[in-house]
């Protein structure tokens, strides 16, 4: 996730996991390689999140592309086709970039996260402006 530029330990800790989580599995990682990639102790990592599970599940709640696109949708739009589908188009594909780890993470451990590769590939609800 190139664009990342976490300012806060929980932030920090997200990105490590989703890093980590999608190079080498979710079994693959342990709370502490994932706190130690983010510069803080396994003591944080737990005090922020509790598990490995709420901490992979929080990320990917934070950084769905959904909120965004409904928020593109509901506040962002002018009317004028063209550029509409243009801004449409550019943040979805800069959100996807962004999110290929997260969809990579949902594929490879489906069996262990179930319900991450539905959250991924669901499209945001709640645009209604068209």
């Not at 706190?35 to 003591?43: H, M, N, T």
């Not at 800069?94 to 969809?103: F, I, P, Q, S, T």
């Amino acid at each position: 996730m190139s664009d990342k530029n976490p300012k806060t330990n929980e932030e920090k800790l997200l990105w490590a996991a989703i890093d980590l989580i999608s190079e080498k599995g979710y079994n693959g990682v342990t709370t502490k390689e994932i706190a130690e990639a983010a510069g803080l102790s396994e003591k944080t990592l737990f005090r922020y999140f509790g598990s490995k599970q709420n901490l992979i599940e929080t990320a990917f709640d934070r950084f769905h592309y959904g909120g965004e696109m409904i928020k593109l949708f509901q506040e962002k739009l002018t009317g004028d086709l063209h550029a509409d589908l243009l801004l449409i188009s550019r943040t979805y594909h800069e959100l996807m970039n962004r999110n290929r780890k997260m969809v990579m993470i949902s594929i490879k451990d489906e069996g262990h996260l179930p319900g991450f590769k539905e959250t991924t590939q669901k499209h945001p609800g709640g645009c209604s402006r068209f």
